[in-house]
């Protein structure tokens, strides 16, 4: 457990000690108008200079220090680059900042790439782009660069980059499913928007296809729940308190819970909970070594490569020559746990144990074509198509998910 994570949990415990010392060390310990360059990629001062803005602690176990370890891997893949960052960029530690003025400092500072690496800095990222036309501005997620997508933006330095974790969240499913007993599994969501919706439809989409395929279980017998917690992880009084809804999950009866927050409570609460004797387990999300957080219960962790695009993207923008660009990074089925090509990868965790025969069959048929969970027929909560019968959904139906899907418990909206 990473030591932001230790400090959090104590005061959540209330405990009076003085953190202080554990939360500067683990944070850059920078005010708003600073910036911290990260250790070990620092160099001279004709170095090109990459600025990134975090929404989260860069040492979060999830999605902000997956961030944070792919764009320092990709410094040091590219000779005479030299990183700035800031992190903790939201309404919780940073009052009335924008992610807007903290890329203006970071450009003062001489940075000539800037990113930003959550969906809640899609205007911003825009606004420093049209603000600075020499400077290339990366949003991770967006669709402003899209031109085939519903909110194009035509911004020359403008570039989105995701990857296609549709497929790594089914695979999660997947192994959630195979690791169930009672059939219900709990998934711990942040805010509610497109991307959210689409993550956790194919986390239902693929544990609908396990339990019925592999465990011969029939789909009533399934009971996939989303509570959404209101944020991509918790601010006190202003969201649900994750470490709460993971709990009201494994004291419920659900013996699987899912991550789909920046966040580890639901492996920090599932090992809680094991300790106990329950006989619960859970999946990781975003980070790649997500499951040494409780070893002996984790099904599994899909995770993002941020390193092989941000080394592109860095190389590209140092040549100069970098147009504006929609990355939706594909899944490299060979190579999963390592990924070569597409960012997207899936570690199998302890917990999945002779089942993992079934995931790697699971894994296959994606692979081969012979399983697309995009194929319908599928219907929304409401009834109404996702996927008519005989079609298969297209990138935009995919991209922008309105509802959760039929046999899914939770709102959408």
């Given at each position: 457990?990473?030591?932001?994570?230790?400090?959090?949990l104590?005061?959540?415990a209330?405990?009076?000690?003085?953190?202080?010392?554990?939360?500067?060390?683990?944070?850059?310990?920078?005010?708003?108008?600073?910036?911290?360059?990260?250790?070990?990629?620092?160099?001279?001062s004709?170095?090109?200079?990459?600025?990134?803005?975090?929404?989260?602690?860069?040492?979060?176990?999830?999605?902000?220090?997956?961030?944070?370890?792919?764009?320092?891997?990709?410094?040091?893949?590219?000779?005479?680059?030299?990183?700035?960052?800031?992190?903790?960029?939201?309404?919780?530690?940073?009052?009335?900042?924008?992610?807007?003025?903290v890329?203006?400092?970071?450009?003062?500072?001489?940075?000539?790439?800037?990113?930003f690496?959550?969906?809640?800095?899609?205007?911003?990222?825009?606004?420093?782009?049209?603000?600075?036309?020499?400077?290339?501005?990366?949003?991770?997620?967006?669709?402003?660069?899209?031109?085939?997508?519903?909110?194009?933006?035509s911004?020359?330095?403008?570039?989105?980059?995701?990857?296609?974790?549709?497929?790594?969240?089914?695979?999660a499913?997947?192994?959630?499913?195979?690791?169930?007993?009672?059939?219900?599994?709990?998934?711990?969501?942040?805010?509610?928007?497109?991307?959210?919706?689409?993550?956790?439809?194919?986390?239902?989409?693929?544990?609908?296809?396990?339990?019925?395929?592999?465990?011969?279980?029939?789909?009533?017998?399934?009971?996939?729940?989303v509570?959404?917690?209101?944020?991509?992880?918790?601010?006190?009084?202003?969201?649900?308190?994750?470490?709460?809804?993971?709990?009201?999950?494994?004291?419920?009866?659900?013996?699987?819970?899912?991550?789909?927050?920046?966040?580890?409570?639901?492996?920090?609460?599932?090992?809680?909970?094991?300790?106990?004797?329950?006989?619960?387990?859970?999946?990781?999300?975003?980070?790649?070594?997500?499951?040494?957080?409780?070893?002996n219960?984790?099904?599994?962790?899909?995770?993002?490569?941020?390193?092989?695009?941000?080394?592109?993207?860095?190389?590209?923008a140092?040549?100069?020559?970098?147009?504006?660009?929609?990355?939706?990074?594909?899944?490299?089925?060979?190579?999963?746990?390592?990924?070569?090509?597409?960012?997207?990868?899936?570690?199998?965790?302890?917990?999945?144990?002779?089942?993992?025969?079934?995931?790697?069959?699971?894994?296959?048929?994606?692979?081969?074509?012979?399983?697309?969970?995009?194929?319908?027929?599928?219907?929304?909560?409401?009834?109404?198509?996702?996927?008519?019968?005989?079609?298969?959904?297209?990138?935009?139906?995919?991209?922008y998910?309105?509802?959760?899907?039929?046999?899914?418990?939770?709102?959408?909206?």
């Amino acid at each position: 457990m990473t030591q932001y994570w230790l400090s959090r949990l104590l005061r959540q415990a209330g405990f009076a000690i003085a953190l202080g010392s554990i939360v500067g060390a683990c944070g850059t310990g920078n005010t708003p108008n600073q910036t911290a360059s990260s250790p070990g990629a620092t160099g001279g001062s004709g170095d090109f200079v990459v600025g990134m803005i975090l929404v989260g602690p860069r040492n979060d176990a999830g999605w902000n220090q997956a961030h944070f370890e792919g764009i320092e891997t990709a410094v040091k893949n590219v000779p005479g680059s030299k990183l700035e960052f800031v992190d903790k960029v939201n309404p919780a530690d940073r009052p009335n900042v924008k992610g807007s003025q903290v890329a203006d400092d970071l450009i003062a500072k001489g940075a000539k790439l800037v990113i930003f690496n959550s969906d809640d800095f899609k205007d911003d990222a825009l606004e420093t782009a049209k603000k600075h036309p020499s400077v290339k501005v990366i949003h991770a997620s967006g669709d402003y660069a899209w031109k085939e997508g519903q909110n194009f933006k035509s911004q020359p330095n403008l570039t989105n980059i995701m990857g296609r974790m549709e497929f790594g969240k089914m695979i999660a499913g997947c192994s959630a499913a195979l690791g169930s007993q009672t059939g219900k599994i709990g998934y711990l969501g942040p805010l509610i928007n497109d991307e959210t919706r689409r993550y956790s439809s194919a986390a239902f989409l693929g544990a609908k296809y396990c339990w019925e395929n592999y465990r011969k279980r029939p789909a009533a017998d399934l009971n996939f729940k989303v509570t959404w917690i209101g944020f991509w992880f918790n601010i006190p009084g202003k969201t649900l308190d994750p470490t709460k809804v993971a709990d009201d999950y494994y004291n419920g009866g659900f013996d699987v819970v899912m991550s789909g927050i920046d966040t580890p409570e639901a492996a920090v609460q599932g090992k809680k909970a094991a300790d106990a004797g329950k006989p619960v387990k859970f999946v990781h999300y975003d980070l790649e070594t997500g499951c040494t957080l409780a070893p002996n219960i984790c099904l599994g962790v899909p995770f993002y490569r941020w390193s092989l695009p941000y080394t592109d993207s860095v190389q590209k923008a140092r040549s100069g020559n970098y147009p504006s660009e929609f990355v939706w990074s594909g899944v490299d089925f060979q190579n999963l746990t390592s990924p070569q090509k597409g960012m997207i990868g899936f570690n199998s965790g302890q917990a999945l144990g002779e089942n993992k025969k079934f995931l790697d069959e699971f894994v296959k048929g994606m692979a081969d074509g012979s399983i697309n969970l995009y194929k319908g027929p599928i219907k929304f909560q409401d009834g109404t198509d996702f996927v008519k019968a005989g079609a298969t959904a297209t990138d935009q139906q995919i991209w922008y998910m309105p509802q959760l899907l039929a046999g899914m418990e939770g709102p959408s909206k």
